[in-house]
């Protein structure tokens, strides 16, 4: 299981590389890091070159219309990695024209479901070929480390597209019984034209999620990547088409939400779009989809997930749940166990322990072995992080570990962690999307039920608990999209993922994925003398 190799992975590197990190104790009972340049020491040289920075719009890698470029940077130092071609109004224009084309006179949607799947099969295989370059600039842009992107999310995205090949050729319709001498049948569609809005936290892996099922489909795409985050999407761009994807299914386009996305979201020739991102901007896309020609829209949005730990649990490995839960991926997830609501009878023991785990956490160059977390995707978020800080601090919660920027130099930030956190404080209410633990205490489950739901997200949750009535109660209470039993954040590919309340709508991977990207025709024929109905 994918939450299994993540925790493995990151645990073995807390043992090769805690010893490097440096304490101080500049405010009293709180236990800090060096903030010292050289505790980061100088960036490690990534192993990979940037050949991909133009738009790919109908098969070809080209110019913005407009000729503007921007800067993605490199967390580590805030330094320009590369200038990429800035897409616009006019260069979604572009694509969805080569979509449409594509759509309505190319071969793609009048291939077999066969000849499909073999194609995105191709893919994979080059996708694996391939892992390292892709993990390197996955990291590069991101922060995240290299040994995530390289031995997890990379070899996910194989698995992904590896999923949707074989659900190619195994969509169909039904043979529907009628009242009357009629025969009905229905029959599964491509939609057409989607655009596709992907966010920073996890390019690869959202690119997958996005292209996987509408490909299968049979549907031509428009995707645009996030400005923080558009080199590893560039390149896939280009290996789809070696893997023989005709021109004009994929397009790619590297811009800005006000911009490109907006104008993704208003086209009138696209007729479904798919975003993930915050709450806020997913209203927008829906505001502007219903605006325009009332496009199908999905939408995995924000969440704060509670991970409860019951009084029965082995604070040991609820600990080191919680830590994972949290703080994976510098806690930029949208799922993140961002909520830690620990039972009365354990919580000072896990307070303690969750203490001890933040400090041991190595926090470096993400090009560096052993490193567990890299610094934040940008200064923006960065600075958002630090806000929520001394937001906690301000509003009487206990800061036991962390709570300052790490180095000099680069987006760094020290593992947090909060105790006497309170249902009110923003930080036990907003998505801070960065490595801060909030520990909260509950009396009995009734409680820790009530506060769980009463919260404007509703995308996942985490149980840890050894009394399997408490976990089946918990599993049909808590009203999220997902809930993780003594574990966290599995991703497989066959398991659906998406939200309730304002974490959105629509689910993606799994059988339930495809129905994003089909529509449903009733055909109805009648018929003279039959031999049955």
Request: neutral net charge.
């Amino acid at each position: 299981m994918a939450s299994r190799r993540i925790s493995s992975l990151l645990s073995r590197s807390v043992a090769s590389s805690s010893s490097s990190l440096l304490l101080r104790g500049k405010i009293p009972h709180i236990s800090r890091y060096s903030t010292a340049a050289a505790a980061l020491g100088e960036p490690i040289p990534p192993p990979v070159k940037v050949e991909y920075t133009h738009l790919l719009i109908d098969g070809k890698f080209v110019d913005a219309a407009s000729g503007k470029t921007f800067t993605t940077l490199d967390p580590r130092t805030g330094e320009v990695i590369s200038h990429v071609a800035e897409g616009d109004s006019e260069d979604v224009n572009r694509a969805v024209s080569a979509a449409r084309k594509a759509f309505d006179e190319g071969p793609w949607p009048r291939m077999t479901a066969y000849e499909r799947s073999k194609i995105l099969l191709r893919f994979a295989d080059l996708i694996e070929k391939h892992n390292d370059e892709i993990a390197a600039l996955e990291t590069w842009d991101n922060g995240k480390p290299y040994e995530q992107s390289a031995k997890i999310e990379v070899p996910m995205l194989a698995r992904l597209f590896r999923y949707y090949a074989g659900w190619a050729d195994k969509i169909h319709g039904l043979t529907v019984p009628a009242d009357g001498p009629h025969h009905v049948q229905t029959l599964h569609e491509p939609i057409g034209v989607a655009g596709q809005i992907i966010p920073w936290n996890f390019p690869l892996l959202m690119l997958a999620w996005k292209l996987g099922p509408a490909l299968a489909c049979g549907n031509t795409v428009v995707l645009k990547t996030a400005e923080q985050t558009p080199l590893s999407a560039l390149y896939a761009g280009k290996l789809l088409h070696e893997a023989g994807l005709p021109p004009g299914v994929v397009n790619i386009i590297s811009g800005f939400g006000p911009t490109a996305g907006a104008a993704i979201a208003s086209h009138m020739d696209i007729d479904k779009v798919a975003f993930t991102g915050s709450t806020e901007t997913g209203k927008v896309v829906l505001e502007l989809a219903a605006k325009s020609n009332l496009k199908q829209v999905t939408l995995e949005l924000g969440g704060k997930s509670p991970f409860i730990v019951c009084e029965d649990a082995d604070v040991d490995k609820a600990v080191e749940l919680a830590h994972f839960a949290l703080f994976f991926n510098q806690g930029q997830c949208c799922c993140a166990g961002s909520r830690t609501f620990v039972h009365e009878r354990v919580y000072d023991e896990f307070v303690e322990k969750a203490k001890a785990r933040a400090i041991k956490r190595a926090v470096g160059d993400p090009f560096k072995a052993g490193i567990e977390q890299g610094p934040q995707v940008d200064s923006e978020q960065f600075q958002k992080i630090l806000k929520y800080i001394r937001s906690g601090i301000e509003s009487g919660a206990t800061l036991q570990a962390g709570g300052d920027q790490l180095g000099s130099k680069g987006y760094y930030i020290q593992p947090t962690v909060f105790s006497d956190v309170k249902d009110e404080m923003l930080i036990a209410n907003d998505e801070i999307f960065g490595p801060v633990q909030s520990i909260l205490k509950f009396k009995d489950l009734d409680e820790a039920i009530r506060r769980a739901n009463k919260s404007r997200y509703g995308l996942a949750a985490g149980v840890f608990t050894q009394n399997l009535d408490t976990a089946n109660r918990l599993m049909r209470a808590l009203r999220v999209g997902s809930v993780w039993i003594n574990c966290f954040d599995v991703f497989d590919a066959s398991v659906p993922f998406g939200g309730y309340k304002m974490s959105g709508f629509g689910r993606e991977k799994g059988i339930y994925s495809l129905n994003n990207y089909l529509q449903v025709k009733a055909v109805v024929t009648p018929l003279t003398n039959p031999a049955w109905l």
